[in-house]
């Protein structure tokens, strides 16, 4: 049996970070995989999230299992963050899941439940694993345009006119804030437009937010998403703590599912509860019981937002300079854009050979779509970016 296994290439981000660290040169740069990097070049534990794990360690006193869809102080506090205080909480089921991505393939295990002919809408581009999680799990994938490549803003009209297409039941994928990877988010009336059509077409949105709190704030971030959920009867959302809190080995995310009638919720909750126990029983429990602390602790919570705002404040200071030293080397203000975008990423408009040129002649790591993950710079290395995208012709 296992003789006759296809090969599977590899996931174009994951790989990078295993070449980055093969490679023996002194000077390189990793801007591949989407993890935060400080001033020194490390991804450091959140301030809050550090007290947390010692309060926790402290006074943790069984590791035995705890619920099948995760703590309920975790998922309700998660509703919160993400959906506000007005949330419609009766009619919202959850569950915790291994990452954000495990959140999104339960949430695409409760579609193959519910509606097992839906076809998923993918953003082109998008995050790779949502092509290939719709497909592995059996489903037909749609793309609808997302990005002008020629302005570097979201291609609205591209999108509304390709999810025109939708038919009833179908699923869309949409980027809760921090598009990835283009960088390229929908402004407010856009998110409202879209909430019409959605409606009209009887869609159900399936939103992942894996960045909120690094684009604009906590509450602007989830504006998109809020609106959504005042909006539609159905909902999905997959959340991630990955980013926001720093815990990307912890595995902590939750699946929120909004369903037209708080009666309803009670069964979706039930299914949830089946699906974890078939896919992998019970969620890990560490990393949702920090940010369970961080976010009812005041101070703790104060603490992790004011760190949150430096994240938010450095990306935005090394976007201004990155397209600063971009003007200043071709003389166009072409790169505006890197300044306007939000969150990790931006798709710098540099084909697979320029990436391949600028990773062997300066060791500078980028997926091959040209994704930059901003977050991986500092004020040093902006200028070997710079010059490097500029000597690639870009
Ligand atoms: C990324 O896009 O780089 C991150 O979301 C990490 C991943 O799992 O791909």
């Given at each position: 049996m296992l003789n006759s296994l296809p090969k599977r290439p590899p996931d174009k981000i994951i790989k990078l970070i295993q070449e980055f660290r093969d490679d023996p040169r002194d000077r390189k740069l990793d801007l591949g995989v989407g993890v935060y990097r400080d001033a020194s070049g490390i991804t450091p534990i959140m301030r809050a999230v550090k007290t947390a794990e010692k309060r926790l360690w402290e006074t943790e006193s069984t590791k035995t299992y705890t619920g099948m869809v995760g703590e309920a102080a975790f998922r309700h506090a998660m509703v919160r963050l993400v959906l506000?205080?007005?949330?419609?909480f009766d009619r919202i089921a959850s569950a915790s899941a291994p990452g954000g991505t495990g959140a999104i393939h339960q949430g695409l295990e409760l579609v193959k439940e519910g509606s097992p002919n839906a076809r998923i809408w993918v953003p082109d581009p998008s995050w790779p694993n949502h092509r290939s999680m719709a497909a592995h799990l059996g489903f037909d994938v749609e793309f609808y345009r997302y990005f002008d490549f020629e302005n570097r803003n979201a291609d609205f009209d591209g999108m509304c006119e390709d999810l025109s297409g939708v038919s009833r039941g179908d699923v869309v994928i949409l980027h809760g804030?921090?598009?990835?990877?283009?960088?390229a988010d929908l402004n407010r009336g856009q998110w409202f437009k879209l909430a019409d059509l959605l409606l009209e077409r009887e869609a159900v949105a399936l939103v992942d937010i894996?960045?909120?709190?690094?684009?604009?704030g906590l509450d602007e971030d989830a504006t998109g998403v809020r609106h959504l959920a005042s909006r539609l009867p159905e909902m999905l959302v997959a959340a991630s703590c990955s980013k926001n809190f720093g815990i990307y080995r912890e595995r902590t995310g939750v699946l929120l599912a909004m369903s037209e009638q708080a009666s309803v919720a009670g069964s979706v909750q039930g299914t949830l509860t089946h699906l974890n126990r078939q896919n992998f029983s019970f969620p890990p429990d560490h990393g949702s019981r920090l940010v369970t602390m961080v976010l009812e602790d005041g101070e703790l919570r104060s603490e992790w937002e004011a760190e949150l705002a430096e994240i938010r404040d450095n990306l935005r200071m090394l976007r201004s300079m990155l397209a600063s030293e971009l003007h200043q080397r071709t003389?166009?203000?072409?790169?505006?854009f890197v300044a306007e975008h939000r969150g990790m990423f931006s798709l710098m408009g540099a084909s697979p050979e320029q990436v391949n040129a600028i990773r062997e002649k300066f060791g500078i790591y980028m997926v091959g779509d040209g994704r930059v993950n901003v977050a991986g710079l500092s004020k040093d290395t902006v200028p070997m970016l710079a010059d490097a995208l500029v000597s690639a012709g870009i």
């Open positions: 506000g205080r007005n949330a419609p804030c921090c598009h990835n990877p283009t960088g894996a960045y909120q709190g690094f684009g604009d003389g166009s203000d072409r790169f505006g």
